[in-house]
């Protein structure tokens, strides 16, 4: 499996950026892709997570209401949308997957981890 995330940026405080992740590899037709954040010192937290096949998702109560998390089956490809940032939503940002279907963003569950892209809110 190969996770590719992409669509990191600079971006003043309350833009908007949209970040990728292409999913490769799967021998199942159903999974669950994650999208996680580690800012500089801090440890890494969940931040969106949706099933392939029916689209539920969940968020974290830090970027609910500001991010929205969707699905391209077709493509194989998941989308965060990013709206009124924060200084504070500077990170990097990884796309993570696993095979148990339960949805939610306790990272040990999660088997397969993509490279990281920097989001960078700041004026």
């Known amino acids: 499996v190969q996770l590719q995330a992409s669509g990191g940026g600079l971006v003043q405080p309350g833009g908007s950026l949209r970040l990728s992740c292409a999913a490769s590899?799967?021998?199942?037709?159903?999974?669950?892709i994650g999208w996680f954040r580690q800012a500089p010192g801090k440890e890494r937290g969940g931040v969106s997570s949706?099933?392939?096949?029916?689209?539920?998702?969940v968020y974290a109560d830090s970027v609910r209401g500001r991010f929205t998390i969707s699905r391209d089956n077709a493509k194989t490809m998941v989308f965060l949308q990013m709206n009124s940032l924060k200084p504070e939503d500077t990170a990097v940002y990884y796309c993570?997957?696993?095979?148990?279907?339960?949805?939610?963003?306790?990272?040990?569950?999660?088997?397969?981890w993509g490279q990281g892209t920097q989001v960078t809110v700041s004026s």
């Open positions: 993570a997957a696993k095979k148990v279907l339960s949805v939610h963003l306790l990272q040990y569950d999660y088997d397969y």
């Open positions: 590899g799967f021998t199942s037709d159903d999974y669950v």
């Open positions: 949706i099933r392939r096949s029916d689209g539920y998702k």
